[in-house]
């Protein structure tokens, strides 16, 4: 069965590009345009992986990391920052949130399959 993953962010061009990739490369994909959609379509559902844009209006993606992390059903769920963010402090507060990976925009569509790789288990 297909892994699902949570891709979060505000631009619709890049919410399509990383789910094209992950599609392609068999990963089911729910999309969201910032924190505060993304925590409306979790409600409850299993998901293996979130990708998530820092800078987004409603809900950033560093409050949305946290406030993933207090739910129970998703407190293990791995979390991935994809970010033009290069900000040390950014970082930081994304690592002791809890995220797994920080992940430089632009990026190579293989670059994102690989992380995905390393925090989803098959």
Same mark, same amino acid.
């Given at each position: 069965?297909?892994?699902?993953?949570? *891709? !979060?962010? %505000?631009?619709?061009?890049?919410? =399509?590009?990383?789910?094209?990739?992950?599609?392609?490369? /068999?990963? #089911?994909?729910? +999309?969201?345009? %910032?924190?505060? %959609?993304?925590?409306?379509?979790?409600?409850? #559902?299993? *998901?293996?992986?979130?990708?998530?844009? !820092?800078?987004?209006?409603?809900?950033? /993606?560093?409050?949305?990391?946290? +406030?993933?992390?207090?739910? @129970?059903?998703?407190?293990?769920? @791995?979390? !991935?920052?994809?970010?033009? +963010?290069? +900000? =040390?402090?950014? &970082?930081? &507060?994304?690592? $002791?949130? /809890?995220?797994? $990976?920080? *992940? *430089?925009?632009?990026? =190579? @569509? =293989?670059?994102?399959?690989?992380?995905?790789?390393?925090?989803? #288990?098959?």
């Amino acid at each position: 069965m297909a892994k699902t993953l949570l *891709v !979060v962010d %505000d631009s619709a061009s890049i919410r =399509q590009v990383v789910s094209m990739t992950l599609k392609d490369a /068999g990963y #089911q994909v729910i +999309e969201a345009r %910032d924190g505060v %959609d993304a925590l409306d379509k979790l409600n409850g #559902q299993k *998901v293996n992986l979130i990708i998530s844009d !820092v800078n987004m209006p409603n809900m950033d /993606g560093l409050t949305f990391l946290e +406030e993933v992390k207090k739910r @129970p059903a998703y407190k293990f769920t @791995p979390f !991935v920052l994809l970010t033009t +963010e290069t +900000e =040390q402090h950014k &970082r930081e &507060r994304a690592r $002791a949130a /809890g995220a797994k $990976a920080w *992940v *430089v925009k632009p990026f =190579q @569509p =293989q670059q994102m399959l690989d992380a995905v790789a390393k925090l989803v #288990q098959p």
